[in-house]
Structures are given as structure tokens and as C-alpha cells.
């Protein structure tokens, strides 16, 4: 048990569609990643963010965006969703930023689906 | 960012050791990570170690590390079933902007 909890735990979407994700973080910590991980695949950084704002990007569209807010949650939002998107989002929370972002864990991740 | 590399399956059977290797791309890596995923979950993290080390013990879990060739390797001492799972390397470091750069995992399978 990390204390990083998402939701929804799994999600159906048509394509075209906009999907927001959710992520709550262990108590204590300020940092916050997103990763998708396609089937079959090692996860895939999308963005972080460090005190409610984003502090790196990975290989991915605007259409995702995300959020942090100021209890150091955070949201995952995607807007025109495709095929491809089908994947598993795993929110990780650690304490601090760059190298001194040691330990990250992982909540248990959303499953999207995309029709 | 560039490929983290790990083989991608491994079997052995219970009581044996396992040794599941990766080859990681940044030289820059400050710390590199072992993750452990069960089906259907997230990432749990089981070691981690930081660069200026060559090895790492913790209970049945040997970490060793050789900067020179970018070589980090997880050993499983007395392998169990329950350790039957994808195992995921992951790096640290510049290149990744700070962010876990993953391999492919490798997954482990342990037979009785």
C-alpha cells in the first residue's frame, strides 16, 4: 500500500472524447508524475509537476494536460481522445524535485479504455 | 528518451536465484530503480540504488551496479511464486529531465 490512490480504476471512452483522471498523493509529498503505459510496454512519461506547477514534459500532445493543486492532488486531463490512448495511467508522488526526487510510488493506476 | 534495455522473459524454478539484467542509456543517472508489477497493478518499488554505489543488499534482494559498462542487475535469492511478476528497471538522471526513464520490464516466471 503506497498511499497514492486514482480513480476512477477503469474507464470507457469513445474516441473524440475529453477524459480528466485523478490522483491523490502520499501525505508529505509535493511531487507529482504522470506515466501511460501501453500494453506490453515500460510507462511513458507524460509530464510533473512540483508545487502545483509543471516542471517537465515528456514525448506527448498539448491535448494532454494536467493540474496540481494546492493539497498537492492532481489531474490528468486528455481531450480528443484516440485509439491509441487505450493504456494504463499511473500517477506516481514523491517528495521533492530533479535529483532530489528519490523515492517515487505508484498508485495502482486507470485503465482507458478507447472505442 | 533512449532505451533503458532489460531481456524480456525469465524462468527459473522455486528456490533458485534469479538475476534479471538492464542496460541503461545516461551516464548522468543518479539513481537507478527496480520496480516490481503484478497483473492488473500499479508499481511497486522494491530497491533502489544510488550511483556512487556498486552494490546494494536488502534481505533477498541484490542490486549490483557497473557504471563503466551502464549494467545494473537485480538478483532474487531463494525465488518464490509469489515473486512471479514484471520487473521494470528505471533510470534517474539528466537526460530523462529528472523523470524515471523505464525499460520494457522483464517478466519473471517461477515455476514449482
Known amino acids: 500500500e503506497t498511499g497514492v490512490t486514482q480513480s476512477p480504476t477503469h474507464l470507457i471512452k469513445t474516441r473524440g472524447q475529453q477524459v480528466t483522471l485523478r490522483c491523490s498523493s502520499q501525505?508529505?509529498?509535493?511531487?507529482v508524475s504522470w506515466y501511460q503505459q501501453a500494453l506490453g510496454q515500460g510507462p511513458q512519461f507524460i509530464f510533473q509537476y512540483y508545487r502545483e506547477e509543471e516542471n517537465g514534459r515528456g514525448n506527448f500532445p498539448p491535448r494532454f494536460s494536467g493540474l496540481q493543486f494546492p493539497n498537492y492532488s492532481s489531474e490528468l486531463n486528455v481531450n480528443a481522445l484516440e485509439l491509441d490512448d487505450s493504456a494504463l495511467y499511473l500517477c506516481?508522488?514523491?517528495?521533492?524535485?530533479?535529483?532530489?526526487?528519490?523515492?517515487?510510488?505508484f498508485g495502482q493506476g486507470t485503465r482507458l479504455t478507447v472505442v | 528518451g533512449e532505451d533503458v534495455e532489460q531481456s524480456l522473459f525469465l524462468s527459473v524454478r522455486e528456490g533458485d536465484s534469479s538475476v534479471i539484467n538492464c542496460t541503461y542509456t545516461d551516464s548522468s543517472s543518479t539513481y537507478l530503480y527496480w520496480y516490481k508489477q503484478e497483473p492488473g497493478a500499479g508499481l511497486q518499488l522494491l530497491t533502489y540504488i544510488f550511483s556512487n554505489m556498486d552494490m546494494k543488499q536488502d534481505q533477498r534482494l541484490t542490486v549490483l551496479l557497473n557504471k563503466k559498462d551502464k549494467h545494473l542487475s537485480l538478483r532474487i535469492a531463494d525465488t518464490q511464486t509469489g515473486d512471479s511478476a514484471i520487473y521494470f528497471c528505471?533510470?534517474?538522471?539528466?537526460?530523462?529531465?529528472?523523470?524515471?526513464?523505464f525499460g520494457k520490464g522483464t517478466s519473471l516466471l517461477v515455476t514449482p
Open positions: 506516481a508522488s514523491a517528495y521533492g524535485s530533479g535529483d532530489k526526487n528519490t523515492e517515487a510510488f
Open positions: 501525505s508529505g509529498h509535493n511531487t
Open positions: 528505471a533510470e534517474l538522471g539528466r537526460n530523462s529531465g529528472y523523470a524515471l526513464n
